[in-house]
């Protein structure tokens, strides 16, 4: 089993920055891909970042390309996304989650993560 918690939301104007971060505690002999994922009410979970254990190549949706950036402290257990040039749309939960093929379930939308956190509220004003 994998425990995971989110942290680093909040408010913030457009054009601002935050920082989530993602630590996760329980089986960690096994490597897992660590992605991020954010859902409106109304609408479907997107798949927004995700970082490859093997070797930490990253994959991340086009609606956050070049303004969020996803890495991986192993030492701390801790996957962190960086967001700049935040934007109203960017609003959401936002969701870290992991999973052994996880990189393989976000690229594709086929599958669903294994672990997830509780969840973490970010919020973009004009």
């Known amino acids: 089993q994998l425990h995971l918690v989110e942290s680093g939301g909040g408010s913030v104007q457009y054009g601002g920055s935050l920082k989530l971060s993602c630590t996760a505690s329980g089986s960690l002999s096994v490597p897992y891909d660590v992605g991020w994922y954010r859902q409106v009410p109304g609408k479907e979970r997107e798949g927004v970042s995700c970082i490859s254990s093997r070797d930490d190549s990253t994959y991340y949706a086009d609606s956050v390309k070049g303004r969020f950036t996803i890495s991986r402290d192993n030492a701390k257990n801790t996957v962190y996304l960086q967001m700049n040039s935040l934007k109203p749309e960017d609003t959401a939960v936002y969701y870290c989650?992991?999973?052994?093929?996880?990189?393989?379930?976000?690229?594709?939308?086929?599958?669903?993560?294994?672990?997830w956190g509780q969840g973490a509220q970010v919020t973009v004003s004009s």
């Open positions: 989650a992991a999973d052994r093929e996880g990189m393989r379930i976000i690229t594709t939308g086929l599958g669903w993560f294994d672990f």
